[in-house]
Structures are given as C-alpha cells and as structure tokens.
C-alpha cells in the first residue's frame, strides 16, 4: 500500500490558521486603538512609536495605557514561550500539540476581556480600559510566541512589518514558491479583514465586536486539537518505538 504523504495536507491546514490568528488580531487592534484609548494590543511597533512621541511631548496616548499593552505582551511572549518550549518527546512537526496548548490559555485574556466588557456595557471607565489593555496584550503576547514556535517565515500574525519585506522581496527572487507567496499575502488580507471586521462591528454593533476575536481564535485552537493531536501522537509513538528498538 502506498503511503501518502500528509505534510501538504497539514501545511494548508496550518496556513488557514494562521490567516484566522491574523483576522483576529486585526480586529483586536482596531477595537482596542478606537475604543480603549488609542493603544494597540497586538502591534507593539506602534506602541513604541507612541511612547517616544510622548517623550518629546508631542501628544499621543496616556502613558499608563501605553506602558500596560507594552508590559503585558511581554509577559504574554514570556509564558508562552515557556508553554512552546520542546520537552521529551513532543515533537516538532507542523503544528506541535503545544502550539496548541498556549493559544487554548491564550483564551484566558479573551474571556477575561469579555466579561469586564460586557460588565460595562462596552463603555469601561478609564482605569478599566487600562485592564482591557492588559488582558488583550497578553492574549496577544502568547499568540505571538505560539506562531513564532512554528518558524513560519515572515508570518507573525500581530504585525505585517516582517511579512512586507518577505514579499516585497519575492519580487527579485522568483524562484521562490508560489506556496509561500500566497501565504504572506493570506497574513496581509487577512489582517486588513479582520481590522475592517472589528470597526464595522464597533459601529453597527458596539458590544458585541470582542466577541469575533474571542470566537476566531477558539476557532482555530478548536481546529487545531482535531486536526493535529492524531497526527502527532502517531509521530511521537512511532518515535519512542524506534528509541527502543
């Protein structure tokens, strides 16, 4: 019997997902920039930026809503990265099961954010929005630390700066697959998507819009767990079988 080959198979699935973790940031960013005080929670690039125009007093957004987003991703980025770290036998692959693990806790700030929302009606106070912040920074900051796990060039599903200069850089080598070319511009329209979703929703249906991030992230840790827990329990099976053959 032939064997087939499920790598392609799952490289698609991967790819799907990614295009998923990028709409949801995008909409997370358009939310938190127009209703929670002018801050990213997933595009640090632009919070850095905000916090020198604010050292030369040049206006921009609070202080303590910057310094918040800034300091809860990095600790997002640090307990993720502590969660995708390889241990034993959990393998490699395309997507490891501890991939998986951390955006799964990574729904913890979403649901957290929910309920301080939906407890103020959509309308925090300024020192709740400061929370909000930090419960979407941190979502944030453990994404980005799954993906990056995955070593998936150019892709990093909260900011499009890397995923601009792998493409542009396609240009002069066409060489390069098609495969990933579609890819960087999965991440590009996606993230548009997303942003456009979540300002729509905002103003048409204010209260419900952090629902769509929290909803396409479940999405994909739901997927994920169906579509790769076989495939790498077998791997890792059949790894232990030839360590002690």
């Known amino acids: 019997m032939r064997k087939i080959d499920m790598r392609p198979r799952e490289i698609r699935v991967r790819d799907l997902l990614l295009n998923a973790l990028t709409f949801s940031s995008g909409a997370i960013d358009a939310i938190s920039f127009i209703a929670l005080g002018k801050v990213f929670t997933a595009f640090m ?22 310094m918040v987003a800034m300091a809860a991703f990095s600790v997002g980025v640090y307990f993720g990265t502590e969660v995708v770290k390889p241990r034993g036998h959990t393998g490699a692959g395309v997507w490891p099961h501890r991939v998986t693990s951390a955006l799964g806790l990574s729904l913890l700030g979403h649901a957290g954010f929910l309920v301080l929302w ?49 493409l542009m850089g396609h240009f002069a080598n066409w060489s390069d697959s098609a495969e990933e070319r579609r890819r960087l511009w999965g991440v ?21 819009a952090p629902v769509l991030p929290f909803v396409a992230t479940g999405l994909v840790v739901a997927t994920a767990a169906v579509a790769f827990q076989n495939r790498e329990a077998a791997k890792n099976a059949a790894g232990q079988k030839r360590a002690f053959a």
């Open 45 to 66: 690039t632009g919070n850095i930026a905000f916090l020198g125009l604010r050292l030369a007093g040049a206006g921009g957004p609070g202080w303590v809503a910057i």
């Open 118 to 166: 939906f407890a103020f009606h959509g309308h925090p106070s300024n020192d709740v929005a400061h929370i909000l912040l930090g419960l979407w920074a941190f979502a944030m900051g453990m994404q980005s630390a799954a993906v990056r796990s995955l070593h998936v060039d150019g892709v990093f599903t909260t900011a499009a700066t890397a995923t601009f200069i792998f």
């Open 188 to 208: 590009l329209i996606f993230l548009f998507l997303g942003a456009l979703a979540g300002g729509l929703l905002l103003v048409h249906a204010h209260i419900y």
